[in-house]
């Protein structure tokens, strides 16, 4: 099995939401996440429920959750790259249709141009 490149989505600012968000969540909380994100470069397709689910529209959720906190990272499949769209705090048991409908849009913009949409700044 090949691993899975992780790209994480950036806005027209050059802004990447995923991370921003990431850096105000508690440390450990980020810790849940990175795992995932490493499952996800691992595993790629094969990464399942509890884990990972797929939403519709093409856009998947990774899941990590902490003290009863459910974090949620969305992601879609361009190829042999997992981009990370969006992410948020989800106390009901599914991902609101709005997150949802951002990550799709996301997803196009990332679609129409992959390069300009890819963040490449650090991640820490």
């Not at 849940?32 to 959720?61: F, N, Q, S, W």
């Amino acid at each position: 099995m090949r691993k899975i490149k992780v790209v994480f989505y950036q806005d027209e600012k050059g802004m990447c939401p995923v991370l921003t968000w990431l850096r105000t969540i508690p440390p450990k909380a980020q810790d849940k996440c990175r795992v995932k994100i490493e499952r996800l470069a691992e595993l790629g397709h094969e990464l399942r429920r509890p884990e990972a689910d797929l939403l519709g529209g093409k856009i998947y959720e990774l899941r990590a959750s902490l003290s009863g906190v459910q974090y949620r990272l969305l992601y879609f499949f361009h190829g042999s790259t997992a981009a990370v769209l969006a992410s948020g705090i989800i106390k009901e048991d599914q991902v609101p249709p709005t997150e949802i409908n951002r990550a799709i849009e996301r997803k196009r913009k990332f679609e129409l141009n992959p390069i300009k949409h890819t963040y490449e700044g650090s991640t820490q």
